[in-house]
């Protein structure tokens, strides 16, 4: 499956961005998550969401401020960043793992990648 990730731009601190990752196929048997790297920096997961049953999942950082979402008609994956800080600036990415029982967070079990898009966070 190819992953195209778009919708990353510069906003104020507080502001809000909306990411999506369009798939090349039916995304119904995979897992589907965002992960950010900074410069320097290992890629950390962000937030994701389950194939079937859209089980999410969020890092601490983001929780209660971004919101996963996917459609299934669309093939599409989105991530909805709403306060956003100075701290979440990176470049974000969107990754795909085949369906498994365990929550989608670590980096190393993502099968697919976008090829990433830049988050800019001002103060």
């Known amino acids: 499956v190819q992953l195209q990730a778009s919708g990353g731009g510069l906003v104020h601190a507080g502001g809000s961005l909306s990411l999506t990752c369009a798939a090349s196929g039916s995304l119904s048997n995979w897992d589907m998550g965002w992960f950010r790297q900074s410069p320097g920096m290992e890629r950390d997961f962000v937030a994701s969401i389950k194939g079937g049953s859209s089980a999410t999942r969020y890092a601490d950082a983001v929780k209660g401020r971004f919101t996963i979402s996917r459609s299934y008609t669309k093939s599409t994956v989105s991530l909805q960043m709403n306060s956003l800080k100075p701290e979440d600036t990176a470049v974000y990415y969107c990754?795909?793992?085949?369906?498994?029982?365990?929550?989608?967070?670590?980096?190393?079990?993502?099968?697919?990648w976008g090829q990433g898009t830049q988050v800019t966070v001002s103060s």
């Open positions: 990754g795909a793992r085949r369906r498994s029982v365990a929550d989608l967070t670590a980096t190393s079990t993502c099968n697919y």
